[in-house]
């Protein structure tokens, strides 16, 4: 089993910066990805980012450039840094870890960014 624990969002105004982090526990041995994922109301859960044991990122369009994933101390941490972020990115974000055969996630962070 793994548990994931998010930590770092808040309420933050446009053009703003957060930074988002995911500790790992539990046999994160077993991981071999682990990525970022958002619900926004009445919106289903959509991927933001994720990192693969093989060092291969990947983006939702619409927060390249702008978001960067990374993980530190081997994949027990991993962290989602935010810049420029607008209103359109307000939502829960959730940490997400994938082994062969689980997949777990936190219990969410909300982010907030006004106008």
């Known amino acids: 089993q793994v548990q994931l624990v998010e930590s770092g969002g808040g309420l933050v105004q446009a053009g703003g910066s957060l930074r988002l982090s995911c500790a790992a526990s539990?046999?994160?041995?077993?991981?071999?990805?682990m990525g970022w994922y958002r619900q926004a109301p009445g919106k289903q859960r959509e991927l933001v980012a994720t990192s693969t044991s093989s060092g291969t990122t990947n983006y939702l369009d619409s927060v390249k450039g702008r978001f960067t994933i990374s993980s530190a101390n081997a994949k027990n941490t991993m962290y989602l840094q935010m810049n420029s972020l607008k209103p359109e990115d307000t939502a829960v974000y959730y940490c997400n870890a994938q082994s062969l055969s689980q997949t777990y996630w936190g219990q969410g962070t909300q982010v907030t960014v006004s106008s």
């Open positions: 539990g046999s994160i041995f077993s991981i071999n990805a």
